[in-house]
């Protein structure tokens, strides 16, 4: 079995900043994608940025410029750094792991809260 655990959220001014952690164990394909998607009460899971083993990355236009995802392929982790917070980026997060070999696969964090408010 693969498992993410998630770290990192927290309450946050707008404005502020925050660094999400995601680190993932078990039988991992080595090409893969690491990505990031929120949820808020009511609502779809939304892409946030989603990353490749290699390194490519893309981003929702509505984190584009604030956010910065990375990963570190010796670690299985993914990080989010989190610049520029607004109050709409309130939402819980969850870290995403994606191979297509032999055939798609989705592996999901528990979820971080992260609440943007003065």
């Known amino acids: 079995q693969v498992q993410l655990v998630e770290s990192g959220g927290g309450l946050v001014q707008p404005g502020g900043s925050l660094r999400l952690s995601c680190a993932a164990s078990g039988s991992i394909f080595t090409h893969n994608l690491m990505g990031w998607y929120r949820q808020t009460p009511g609502n779809q899971r939304e892409f946030v940025a989603v990353i490749t083993s290699g390194g490519s990355t893309n981003y929702a236009d509505s984190v584009k410029g604030r956010f910065t995802i990375s990963r570190d392929n010796a670690k299985n982790t993914v990080y989010l750094q989190m610049n520029s917070l607004k109050p709409e980026d309130t939402a819980v997060y969850y870290c995403?792991?994606?191979?297509?070999?032999?055939?798609?696969?989705?592996?999901w964090g528990q979820g971080t809260q992260v609440t943007v408010s003065s």
């Open positions: 995403n792991l994606r191979w297509s070999f032999p055939s798609t696969v989705d592996y």
